[in-house]
C-alpha cells in the first residue's frame, strides 16, 4: 500500500471511530445538498430552471436566453414573475392574496413535474438505484435530526420502504418539517427542508414556500443574520454532522457555518468532497483544501466516491464484533487517546471542556482535595504524602476507565506520568516504581494506555496570573519548574503555544491536532519503567 493510501486509511479509520460514537449516543446527523439527488435523475439547479423555462404552462425560454450571467436565483426569480403576470392576465383575477395563492400554487405544481421527471417513482427503484443513501438510512433513523437542503422527499421514502426502527404501531416513524420553529415529536426522527419540501404526492402536505429565487435566498440570508436560524445553529452546536452532497457555495450555510466556528471552537463536522471513482488525486490540492474548510468552517474534509460513501454509512452502523475484525484487516487503531498536559494555569481543564463532541476524561475522579489549592513546595512531609496518594488513586481510577474504552477518539486531562513532575529528583525513581505498583497491582498485567501527549506551554507569569482567582498558590518559578519537569517526563510531545492566545485559538489548535494530524501515541508505560530504573536525566 501506498504512503498516500496508508494516510488516507488512517485519517477514514478515526473518521469512522468518531462518527460510530457519536452515532450510538444519538448526536451524529447528516446535512444533505443537491449532489446527494442527482445520481438518480433529480436535476441540478441550473438543469432544473431550464426544465422550468421550457414547461408549457411558463414557455419563458426566450427570457433565458437574454438573461445570461445571471444567476441561477435571478433567473428563477425572473421566471416566476414570468408566469405569475401570464397567469393573472389569463384569469382575468386583480392581483391579492388570494390570487396570489391560487397562482403560487400552479408554480408548485409546476416545479415538481420539472424536478421528478427522470426521477424514480417507486422507493424500491430509488433504493436500489442509488449508489450510497441507502446505507445512510441507518444513520437517519437514529439522528435526532437530518438536515436535506433539497425539496424532494428521497429521504423520507427510503425511510418508509426500510422500515424505520423508530416505527410503531402508529405513525411512521420520523417526522418531516421545513420551518425550524416548530416542536417535532420527540420520539421521531426528524427531517428537516430548511428550503421547502416539494413531495412526489402533493397530497403529503408540500410546504408553502420554496427557498428558490432571488427573494427568497435574500430574505433566508437576513433571517440567518437575525438568528432566526438558531434552531439550525443550536443543531451545529449539539450534533456532529456529516455534510454530503455540498459545495459550499449557499452563503446562508457559510454564514452559519462560519458562526458555529466562532463560537464553538472545539464542535467540529464532516464535508464529504466527492471525487469520481478512480480519478486520480491531487493531494498537495486536498492538503490545502483540508487546511482551509477546518480553519475556517471548523470541517474535517474528507475525499471519498460513491462507493466509499456508502462503505462509510455502513461502517458507522456496522456491529462492533464487525469493526474489530475490520480495523484487524487493515491494521489500524480503534482507540485514539490524546492526553493534554502542561503546567498549573495552562488552561487543559478549559480545553477539555470545549471538546464535548469527542469522549473525555476529566482530571479528577473525585471532588478535590483541598490541599491541592497549596503549591506543591509549600505542603509538609505528610501532606505531600496525602496528596501524592489520592492523586496516583485518581490516575489509577482514570486508567481503568480508559482500558476499558477500546474504541473512540478521547481527550484526556492530564495523562498519568504527570505526579511525577511533583517530585524532588532523589524521590523520583521510587515514586515511580510506586506507581507502576498502582497501575499494575498484585499479578495483573494491566499497562498505563498509550496516547499522544499534547503539551500546553506558555510564559509561567502569565500562568501565574491565571491560577491567583482560582485559590491557587503557585508563583512563576513553581510553574517554570513543572513545565521544564513535563518536559524531561515526556520527550514526544505535540506543543500548543498558549501564550497571549485567546482559549479559542488554543482550543481550535488542540482539535486540529485531533482531527487532522498523525496520530502518534507514546507509549507511556514503557516510559514509566524506565524513569522507575533510571530516574531523569539532568
Not at 411512521?172 to 427531517?191: H, M, N, S, Y
Not at 468532497?273 to 482551509?292: D, T, V, Y
Request: charged share 25%; hydrophobic share 40%.
Amino acid at each position: 500500500m501506498k504512503n498516500e493510501d496508508r494516510a488516507f486509511l488512517r485519517q477514514y479509520a478515526r473518521a469512522v471511530v468518531h462518527m460510530r460514537e457519536r452515532h450510538s449516543s444519538k448526536g451524529l446527523g447528516l446535512i444533505l445538498g443537491a449532489g446527494v439527488s442527482q445520481p438518480i435523475g433529480f436535476p441540478a439547479w441550473g438543469e432544473l430552471v431550464d426544465r422550468i423555462a421550457s414547461s408549457p404552462d411558463v414557455q419563458g425560454d426566450h427570457l433565458l436566453a437574454a438573461a445570461n450571467g445571471l444567476s441561477d436565483t435571478a433567473k428563477t426569480q425572473m421566471l416566476l414573475q414570468h408566469f405569475r403576470t401570464k397567469r393573472l392576465d389569463q384569469l382575468g383575477y386583480q392581483q391579492s392574496a388570494r390570487s396570489l395563492r391560487k397562482i403560487h400554487g400552479e408554480w408548485r405544481r409546476i416545479v415538481q413535474t420539472a424536478l421528478y421527471r427522470d426521477a424514480p417513482r417507486e422507493a424500491k427503484e430509488l433504493n436500489a438505484t442509488h449508489p450510497y443513501l441507502s446505507a445512510l438510512i441507518g444513520i437517519i433513523a437514529e439522528s435526532p435530526m437530518t438536515v436535506t437542503y433539497n425539496f424532494d422527499d428521497t429521504i423520507e421514502r427510503l425511510l418508509q420502504f426500510a422500515k424505520n426502527p423508530n416505527g410503531n404501531a402508529y405513525g411512521r416513524g420520523f417526522e418531516t418539517v421545513w420551518d425550524a420553529a416548530l416542536q417535532p415529536k420527540r420520539d421521531a426522527a426528524v427531517i428537516y427542508h430548511p428550503n421547502g419540501y416539494l413531495p412526489s404526492n402533493l397530497l403529503e402536505y408540500p410546504s408553502e414556500n420554496l427557498v428558490f429565487s432571488e427573494d427568497s435566498f435574500a430574505d433566508q440570508l437576513i433571517e440567518s443574520m437575525a438568528g432566526h436560524h438558531a434552531s439550525l445553529l443550536h443543531h451545529l452546536a449539539q450534533t456532529t454532522c456529516v455534510f454530503l452532497g455540498l459545495s459550499l457555495q449557499d452563503e446562508t450555510l457559510r454564514h452559519l457555518l462560519r458562526q458555529n466556528a466562532r463560537i464553538n471552537p472545539g464542535q467540529c463536522h464532516y464535508y464529504i468532497f466527492w471525487r469520481k471513482a478512480g480519478e486520480p488525486r491531487n493531494l498537495e490540492a486536498e492538503k490545502l483544501m483540508q487546511e482551509a474548510n477546518f480553519d475556517v468552517y471548523n470541517l474535517i474534509t474528507l475525499f471519498l466516491d460513491d462507493s466509499e460513501i456508502a462503505s462509510l454509512g455502513r461502517l458507522v452502523t456496522a456491529d462492533d464484533a464487525d469493526i474489530r475484525h475490520a480495523a484487524e484487516e487493515e491494521g489500524v487503531e480503534l482507540r485514539y487517546v490524546y492526553y493534554l498536559t502542561g503546567a498549573i494555569g495552562a488552561g487543559k481543564t478549559t480545553t477539555l471542556s470545549y471538546l464535548g463532541s469527542l469522549m473525555t476524561f476529566e482530571e479528577w475522579t473525585e471532588a478535590r482535595n483541598e490541599l491541592l489549592g497549596k503549591s506543591w513546595i509549600d505542603l509538609t512531609g505528610p501532606q505531600r504524602e496525602e496528596v501524592d496518594d489520592w492523586i496516583q488513586r485518581q490516575f489509577v481510577n482514570k486508567n481503568m476507565a480508559l482500558i476499558e474504552k477500546t474504541s473512540g477518539v478521547i481527550a484526556v486531562d492530564r495523562p498519568p506520568l504527570d505526579p511525577l513532575s511533583f517530585s524532588n529528583p532523589g524521590e523520583l525513581a521510587a515514586k515511580a516504581e510506586k506507581m507502576m505498583s498502582a497501575f499494575s497491582p498484585g499479578k495483573s498485567n494491566r499497562q498505563v494506555v498509550p496516547g499522544q501527549v499534547i503539551m500546553l506551554d506558555g510564559a509561567a507569569s502569565e500562568f501565574e496570573a491565571r491560577v491567583i482567582g482560582r485559590h491557587k498558590e503557585s508563583t512563576a518559578a513553581v510553574i517554570e519548574d513543572l513545565q521544564k519537569n513535563l518536559r524531561r517526563i515526556y520527550e514526544q510531545t505535540h506543543d500548543v503555544d498558549t501564550s497571549g492566545s485567546s482559549i479559542h485559538y488554543v482550543v481550535k489548535s488542540v482539535a486540529k491536532i485531533i482531527h487532522l494530524g498523525v496520530y502518534r501515541p507514546v507509549d507511556l508505560h514503557a516510559r514509566l519503567t524506565q524513569i522507575a530504573k533510571e530516574g531523569l536525566k539532568a
